[in-house]
């Protein structure tokens, strides 16, 4: 992943256990003073937003944990690799596609990043410049040229 991705987990992390994780075992006392358990909306309420809070805790524990931090500047960009901005030519009707390939969490392909780990990307990875490649997708298989590797900064 990117250090920007790697340092936003981290802090949103951070501030899980530092402070949510007080307000939650705050809001859940002041809801126990409230009496009967089983019928108590505010209890259960809390209680749902702390399992909820937890999960994302031990998941973000684990994406931190096992992060592989890449700055993508200081990669040679003449084969595909990470971070590298690949343009396509479709062969069948000449229509061009650009993909950066980035880490899971910076994934938007509405923005054209795509995760390393897609099948297009796995496809990509290695690639150069004038290479045909052939990618399955949702619509079938299509068969494109690669006009250009290179890097270009990324904007999340």
């Given at each position: 992943m990117l250090q920007a991705t790697f340092t936003r987990l981290s802090t949103e992390l951070e501030q899980?256990?530092?402070?949510?994780?007080?307000?939650?075992?705050h809001v859940i006392d002041v809801a126990r003073e409230?009496?009967?358990?089983?019928?108590?909306?505010?209890?259960?309420?809390?209680k749902d937003k702390q399992g909820l809070m937890e999960a994302r805790i031990l998941d973000l524990t684990d994406l931190v944990g096992r992060a592989q931090v890449i700055d993508p500047t200081k990669l040679p960009?003449?084969?595909?690799?990470?971070?590298?901005t690949v343009e396509l030519i479709d062969q069948e009707d000449e229509t061009e596609v650009r993909y950066t390939l980035v880490g899971t969490q910076e994934s938007n392909p509405d923005k054209g990043l795509i995760s390393i780990g897609?099948?297009?990307a796995r496809v990509l990875l290695g690639k150069e410049e004038?290479?045909?490649?052939?990618?399955?997708?949702?619509?079938?298989?299509?068969?494109?040229?690669i006009e250009s590797v290179s890097y270009e900064e990324i904007i999340l």
């Open positions: 899980l256990k530092t402070v949510e994780r007080g307000k939650i075992a409230l009496g009967d358990l089983k019928e108590n909306a505010e209890y259960h309420a809390a960009h003449k084969r595909v690799s990470f971070g590298s897609s099948p297009m004038g290479d045909e490649v052939q990618i399955t997708l949702p619509s079938g298989t299509k068969s494109f040229d």
